[in-house]
């Protein structure tokens, strides 16, 4: 009698832990959805869907540093879904691209296209015409780094055509 009520209790007990268990990790997991909600595996949340004229296809942007007096750089995440692309462009004081997820493309007027993947650093020197953006297949995000803001920041140019954005695959 004694053993099956201490089994009953042990029982309701473990039962107990398990449903505290099961809640918290329930918590946490929609504690993390609402803060981030889709971006738990990525550095940064994407942010914000663009609607700007200057990129193509579906492009989120999360600004987290504006230039301010004491530091000329602006730096946002930048996340192009498949196929998405900035137009062509160039930054009067430079810019700098850290990869942080996925495959995308880089490609500086006159030159090849180029495969970027999470872990590439990318220089764009000043002037220099260029465009970035996803691959086809995979979606890219990285983070710009807009230098020395006080030279002057992006100037948008035209869009990438598809056979512009394409052309890498012919090689
Ligand atoms: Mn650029």
Redesign the pocket.
Known sequence: MRNTRLTESILTVSAICVAVVVLSCNNRKGQQSDIVKTDADMVFPKGEKVTSNNFTGTVWVNYLIESDTVHNVNIGSVTFEPGAR?NW?Y?KGG?ILLVTDGRGLYQEKGKPVEIIKKGDVVK?SPNIE?W?GATPTDGMTHIAIGTNTNIGG?VWLKPVTDGEYHSGEKQ
């Open positions: 900035t462009h930054h810019q764009c260029h970035h992006a």
